[in-house]
């Protein structure tokens, strides 16, 4: 597989992931803070994608509301290191 075709994999799998995280809102199955004791530690089956954890909340619904806020994080991040990282560039030329 040549560089570009595997780039152009990377990037649909990025954008697919973002989107998905984007839209966590519609794509959950459930509310990522319910807690249901009952449902502790269940193996990953087709009601829960990825399991849950030791209260019973799904896990796949946690890691895309999750998802948002650590993008969202790193959004914010690179754009005030950039904005003062080209302030600092400009300043010392």
Known sequence: ?????????????????LLLIAMAFYFAPYDPLAVNVKNGLRPVSREHLFGTDQLGRDVFSRVLFGGQTSVG????????????????????G
Request: zero cysteines; charged letters at 5%; aromatic letters at 10%.
């Open 73 to 92: 994080l790193a959004v914010i991040i690179v754009t005030v290191t950039t904005v003062l990282g080209s302030f600092i560039g400009l300043f010392s």
């Open 1 to 17: 597989m040549n560089s570009h075709k595997r780039f152009l994999l990377l990037s649909i799998t990025l954008g697919l992931f």
